[in-house]
């Protein structure tokens, strides 16, 4: 780029031209075309924010001047200095630290930034990516964009890759919070059983064995690897193996929702992400055998992987990350440049500035204690519900070993043959003894009836949940006629 101040200023034409050749240089060859055959129409539609998509020329060196975007002067806002607050030391979390945004960043966190998120954000997660899951950024042609949460990035990732009436795969039970969003889409979905173990794969190898030649092959799969929501079940590494290998005998991109990630509490280690293992199995350099030569090595992989701050640093920043082939990535910048330009900028160096202080290591230090909480809050559910609901066979369920939910099954009458329908028991008899709870079938894609009710640990006391417990018994035993 010849934009040195130093310099005559170059013509806006040739600022714009020289950029697109310097962003197509470093872009891996073919990545493009050979993601475009997954977009949606809507997507392929969209152009980039004239101005936004601009903004990432002032980072360039020696600086330009910059006199692209209406940027308000900081001058004129009410803050001054800098923004302090005080947190706890995750090494230690009795004692209590005060931690200051300076000057600097908090002028930058008071403007508009960049479409993707912070420059400074995005590499500390980048750099964080890259040792989480082993993998290396600039050779593999992945990024990261930072979104309001990682379920606007969800939407966005999928409004890039549907159009309607194309086929979605979903795990069932899958989280209710997402699926109005998919439906708006009108994609067809195609469910795939989950059980404790994850994902029931073998289901899915027929499903995809058996598919019409001539129907539109599914694009996706969309699951929740860790502590999933409704089920609290975590996908063990030989489903995960299995999944990885589908998605590439059948080439569709796997969107991995892991906001449970860090609130993995199983007492063995941590299996790998989706987006790890693609890489530590070999998959993304093996020879492409798909139609077209779709999505083969050095363009980012299969796995779309979305990352949340909301349980570990606070859901109300609303900061989420999505890592992964940067042409999905750009399309979904693409309609945040259009809808709200980018993610807050405050609440960016608010985290920025916890995560700096803390390091990495800090950071760990932080997950493995919020773990460790919500294994605590487990136990005490699993007591409780052994206790009440447990001991005469009216509750079975199987143990989550992350995330914060249990998720178990009522037997509604007497004789476990015969399968229950929890929606009145929980929608109104629960409600009218003052317990809220979800029933199963909330969950469940496709509708229908479900024997399960979902219930969160995260935050109730143990002597309120006691009493929870209490009144469900006296519930479920009404309802079974032994009263
Ligand atoms: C499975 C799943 N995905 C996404 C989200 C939304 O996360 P965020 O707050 O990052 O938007 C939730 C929130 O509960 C969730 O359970």
């Given at each position: 780029m010849s934009l040195s101040t130093a310099d005559t200023q170059p013509s806006a034409e040739q600022t714009i031209n020289a950029t697109s050749k310097a962003n197509d240089a470093a872009r891996l060859p073919g990545a493009r075309t050979h993601y475009s055959d997954f977009f949606s129409d809507i997507v392929k539609r969209m152009k980039p924010s004239p101005i936004h998509s601009l903004l990432h020329l002032e980072h360039h060196i020696p600086k330009p001047i910059s006199l692209l975007a209406g940027k308000p002067n900081p001058a004129m806002f009410p803050f001054a200095g800098s923004m302090s607050w005080t947190s706890r030391d995750p090494h230690n979390p009795e004692k209590i630290e005060t931690l200051t945004m300076d000057e600097d960043l908090l002028k930058l966190g008071l403007n508009y930034s960049e479409t993707p998120g912070l420059l400074q954000m995005r590499q500390f997660l980048e750099e964080m990516q890259e040792d989480e899951h082993g993998r290396l950024k600039e050779e593999e042609g992945w990024r990261v964009t930072v979104g309001p949460g990682s379920q606007d990035l969800i939407s966005k990732a999928v409004t890039a890759l549907l159009n309607p009436g194309d086929s979605m795969l979903v795990e069932s039970p899958t989280y209710a919070g997402i699926m109005p969003m998919f439906r708006q889409l009108q994609p067809e979905f195609i469910c795939i059983p989950s059980d404790a173990h994850g994902l029931l794969t073998d289901k899915l190898r027929e499903v995809l064995k058996g598919w019409p030649s001539d129907k539109p092959r599914p694009k996706l799969i969309y699951t929740i690897p860790y502590g999933s929501n409704p089920s609290g079940f975590s996908a063990t590494l030989e489903r995960r193996t299995e999944l990885l290998k589908l998605a590439y005998e059948h080439n569709f991109l796997i969107l991995e929702d892991d906001p449970y990630y860090n609130l993995y509490y199983g007492s063995s280690p941590r299996y790998p992400s989706y987006f790890s293992l693609e890489k530590s199995l070999g998959l993304l350099d093996t020879a492409p055998d798909t139609p077209k030569d779709l999505l083969r090595v050095n363009t980012g992989g299969r796995v779309i992987r979305f990352d949340s701050f909301s349980k570990v640093l606070s859901a109300g920043l609303r900061l989420g990350f999505v890592t992964g082939p940067a042409p999905v990535l750009d399309a979904i910048d693409k309609q945040t440049s259009a809808a709200s330009l980018e993610p807050s900028t405050l609440t960016q160096t608010i985290a920025l500035t916890i995560l700096r202080s803390w390091g990495r290591e800090g950071y760990k230090a932080h997950t493995t204690n919020v773990a460790a909480f919500y294994r605590s809050k487990r136990d005490t559910c699993e007591r409780l519900l052994a206790q009440y609901l447990g001991k005469d066979g009216l509750a079975t369920w199987d143990t989550p070993e992350a995330g914060m939910f249990m998720w178990f099954k009522l037997h509604l009458h007497p004789g476990m043959d015969v399968e229950s329908d929890t929606e009145d028991f929980i929608r109104r008899k629960a409600v009218e003894k003052g317990v809220l709870a979800l029933p199963g079938?909330?969950?469940l894609p496709e509708g229908g009836k479900s024997a399960y009710v979902r219930l969160s640990?995260?935050?109730?006391p143990e002597n309120v949940l006691e009493e929870a417990m209490r009144r469900l018994r006296a519930l479920v035993i009404e309802a079974r006629g032994e009263a």
């Amino acid at each position: 780029m010849s934009l040195s101040t130093a310099d005559t200023q170059p013509s806006a034409e040739q600022t714009i031209n020289a950029t697109s050749k310097a962003n197509d240089a470093a872009r891996l060859p073919g990545a493009r075309t050979h993601y475009s055959d997954f977009f949606s129409d809507i997507v392929k539609r969209m152009k980039p924010s004239p101005i936004h998509s601009l903004l990432h020329l002032e980072h360039h060196i020696p600086k330009p001047i910059s006199l692209l975007a209406g940027k308000p002067n900081p001058a004129m806002f009410p803050f001054a200095g800098s923004m302090s607050w005080t947190s706890r030391d995750p090494h230690n979390p009795e004692k209590i630290e005060t931690l200051t945004m300076d000057e600097d960043l908090l002028k930058l966190g008071l403007n508009y930034s960049e479409t993707p998120g912070l420059l400074q954000m995005r590499q500390f997660l980048e750099e964080m990516q890259e040792d989480e899951h082993g993998r290396l950024k600039e050779e593999e042609g992945w990024r990261v964009t930072v979104g309001p949460g990682s379920q606007d990035l969800i939407s966005k990732a999928v409004t890039a890759l549907l159009n309607p009436g194309d086929s979605m795969l979903v795990e069932s039970p899958t989280y209710a919070g997402i699926m109005p969003m998919f439906r708006q889409l009108q994609p067809e979905f195609i469910c795939i059983p989950s059980d404790a173990h994850g994902l029931l794969t073998d289901k899915l190898r027929e499903v995809l064995k058996g598919w019409p030649s001539d129907k539109p092959r599914p694009k996706l799969i969309y699951t929740i690897p860790y502590g999933s929501n409704p089920s609290g079940f975590s996908a063990t590494l030989e489903r995960r193996t299995e999944l990885l290998k589908l998605a590439y005998e059948h080439n569709f991109l796997i969107l991995e929702d892991d906001p449970y990630y860090n609130l993995y509490y199983g007492s063995s280690p941590r299996y790998p992400s989706y987006f790890s293992l693609e890489k530590s199995l070999g998959l993304l350099d093996t020879a492409p055998d798909t139609p077209k030569d779709l999505l083969r090595v050095n363009t980012g992989g299969r796995v779309i992987r979305f990352d949340s701050f909301s349980k570990v640093l606070s859901a109300g920043l609303r900061l989420g990350f999505v890592t992964g082939p940067a042409p999905v990535l750009d399309a979904i910048d693409k309609q945040t440049s259009a809808a709200s330009l980018e993610p807050s900028t405050l609440t960016q160096t608010i985290a920025l500035t916890i995560l700096r202080s803390w390091g990495r290591e800090g950071y760990k230090a932080h997950t493995t204690n919020v773990a460790a909480f919500y294994r605590s809050k487990r136990d005490t559910c699993e007591r409780l519900l052994a206790q009440y609901l447990g001991k005469d066979g009216l509750a079975t369920w199987d143990t989550p070993e992350a995330g914060m939910f249990m998720w178990f099954k009522l037997h509604l009458h007497p004789g476990m043959d015969v399968e229950s329908d929890t929606e009145d028991f929980i929608r109104r008899k629960a409600v009218e003894k003052g317990v809220l709870a979800l029933p199963g079938s909330m969950f469940l894609p496709e509708g229908g009836k479900s024997a399960y009710v979902r219930l969160s640990f995260s935050v109730v006391p143990e002597n309120v949940l006691e009493e929870a417990m209490r009144r469900l018994r006296a519930l479920v035993i009404e309802a079974r006629g032994e009263a």
